[in-house]
């Protein structure tokens, strides 16, 4: 079972290659992950305030990082990405269980996710409720899954 503790300074950059090397594994193309990079990409800042997570194995490996952002009134979870080996093992729902929980830490009452197509049912089975597709951030013409995650009850509103 994964653990989860904040990141620490100087893990923007091997978190990153975490995100990018879990994105690849639904087998997009080149181009596709080069327009993702700036999307995909961990900034120290973020670290420095306390927005980013990290997850470890049991052998204290790096298993997964999730980050929440800011999303006007709203937390957003910007980033959420498991190391393609430990996918399916449950370091998804804990390290969305965590970001739940940060948010909530931070104030915010709704967290709103854009979604990979790929990571659409996992949000639904953690209980996000879609809310309509919208624009990707990183692909040009391409649509995406938004959610809603209800930070009051624990559950979509």
């Known amino acids: 079972m994964a653990s989860v503790r904040p ?11 975490l995100c990018l090397r879990s994105k690849a594994h639904w087998g997009y193309d080149a181009e596709f ?24 194995d049991d052998s204290g490996r790096t298993a997964g990082t999730v980050s929440v ?21 449950g370091t998804g729902r804990t390290l969305f269980e965590a970001a739940v929980a940060l948010a909530r830490e931070l104030g915010y009452r709704r967290m709103t996710i ?3 197509v ?15 597709n919208e624009p990707s951030d990183a692909i040009p013409g391409r649509v995406l899954p938004f959610y809603e995650y209800d930070l009051t009850s624990g559950a979509s509103s």
């Open 7 to 17: 990141a620490r300074p100087g893990e923007a950059a091997g978190l990153t290659a």
């Open 33 to 56: 992950m080069r327009l993702c990079v700036p999307s995909l990409t961990i900034e120290e800042q973020s670290i420095a305030e306390g927005r980013v997570l990290v997850a470890t």
């Open 69 to 89: 952002g800011r999303d006007g009134d709203d937390a957003e979870l910007a980033l959420m990405f498991v190391e393609p080996s430990a996918i399916g093992g």
């Open 114 to 116: 854009l979604a990979d």
């Open 118 to 132: 790929n990571a659409a049912p996992f949000y639904e089975r953690m209980g996000a409720r879609f809310l309509r």
